[in-house]
């Protein structure tokens, strides 16, 4: 009995190592990510400059090896991250209109938006565009844009 309990768990281990965090970039404790001068339920004019707190680490250009560093991501209308596609956080953010990089090191972003309600969430990724081992991001804002 002990020989397949020791198996099971070796099995397991075979099939999850992409799960587990140990090949993921770690980032410094007490780390965080937030929007400057914009929260939750603000109504907003269009275009609108969205500007990128970050508390603990530094930034650093995508493709960069620096310890404790990472580059803005701006999600756009879509779920928390985390809570979307399968296995993002592991796999890495994705570049589409719903996901914005700033591969350069960039701290603030000039957003155009159509009036009405929109979600907002900042998601620091590593040099490769994944999400930290212990993933740093913002809470989801709704903003509203005027007419
Ligand atoms: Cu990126």
């Known amino acids: 009995m002990k020989i397949l309990t020791l198996f099971a768990a070796l099995s397991l281990a ?35 400059t969205v500007r990128f707190g970050l508390s603990g680490m530094g930034v650093a250009p995508a493709g960069t090896e620096a310890e404790n560093t990472g580059h803005h991501h701006l999600l756009i209308n879509r779920a928390p991250f985390g809570e979307g596609e399968e296995d993002e956080l592991e796999y890495g953010i994705p570049a589409d209109d719903n996901h914005i990089h700033f591969g350069g090191g960039q701290t603030e972003y000039v957003l155009e938006l159509p009036p009405g309600e929109h979600t907002l969430q900042l998601v620091l990724g590593d040099l490769n565009h994944v999400a930290h081992a212990d993933p740093i991001m913002s809470e989801q804002i709704t903003v509203t844009v005027a007419e």
């Open 14 to 48: 075979a099939v999850t190592p992409a799960l587990a965090d140990g090949h993921k970039t770690p980032s410094a404790e007490g780390t965080s990510v937030y929007f400057i001068g914009l929260a939750d339920g603000d109504t907003i004019e269009s275009p609108v």
